[in-house]
């Protein structure tokens, strides 16, 4: 990558990561504390302070200019990410498209994908509650004809079994799937798995082909990123 003693250039990706890390783990801000002197004494209340009040103010200021040097950096490459990913470009399924595209259009199939699979799902358990209660009244009603047609009698005839097996005839239903619904499901879900992984394994392609430039504090040089976007 080109650079010289004060600008370099990273890739997109670089910034990406660096904004996901961030956005994963909790960063430590450092606030100004606030302290009490005795001038009489010279001695801070806080015995574990070691430093002269001279001293100790810089720290405090300089604790709390750090602090704001780095939220600045945080905005500074989300404001790039938002910049580059309207700039890079990037080839999915033969379609080209700008990073930006790519992500509402992953974050839109996978939220179509989601709803066919719950759908599907939400019939299958609606029909696995019918087919309990269905099973339930077929038991009461083989149960109440073998007492009405046998009764105790431990050898019934093939008559009375006959009538039996007559008599519970319309409690007997047979499930009827116009689909192998596990089937479905299961497919969607490798769809699901494979769109992300594409989308994925494109845009890490793309964002490391990008260079942004960045100065010796670790600033994206939005402006020039403007420029780049405007005659594009």
Do not use: C
């Not at 783990?25 to 001279?54: G, H, M, R, W």
């Not at 780095?70 to 379609?95: F, K, P, S, W, Y």
């Not at 479905?184 to 699901?192: P, T, Y």
């Amino acid at each position: 990558m080109a650079e010289t003693a004060e600008v370099k250039e990273v890739t997109l990706l670089h910034i990406l990561n660096l904004v996901s890390r961030r956005r994963k783990a909790k960063v430590t801000l450092n606030f100004p504390s606030i302290a009490f002197y005795n001038e009489a004494t010279s001695q801070f209340s806080d015995k574990a302070i070691n430093l002269s009040i001279e001293e100790w103010m810089k720290s405090q200021r300089q604790a709390w200019q750090s602090t704001k040097d780095l939220v600045a950096l945080h905005e500074n490459h989300e404001q790039a990410l938002l910049l580059a990913n309207t700039l890079a470009l990037v080839t999915i399924a033969g379609d080209t498209m700008t990073i930006a595209e790519a992500i509402a259009l992953r974050k839109s199939r996978k939220e179509t994908i989601d709803r066919l699979i719950d759908g599907l799902s939400k019939v299958v358990t609606v029909a696995s509650g019918i087919a309990r209660q269905l099973d339930a009244l077929l038991e009461q009603a083989t149960a109440t004809a073998r007492t009405q047609y046998i009764g105790a009698n431990k050898n019934p005839t093939a008559e009375s079994l006959r009538v039996v097996e007559n008599s519970i005839q319309g409690y007997k239903y047979v499930i009827q799937e116009p689909i192998d619904y596990a089937k479905e499901i299961e497919q969607l879900k490798k769809q699901r798995d494979t769109v992300a992984s594409e989308f994925d394994v494109a845009l890490q392609i793309a964002s490391a082909k990008l260079t942004l430039k960045i100065d010796a504090r670790g600033f994206v040089d939005l402006t020039e990123l403007r420029e780049r976007l405007r005659k594009q």
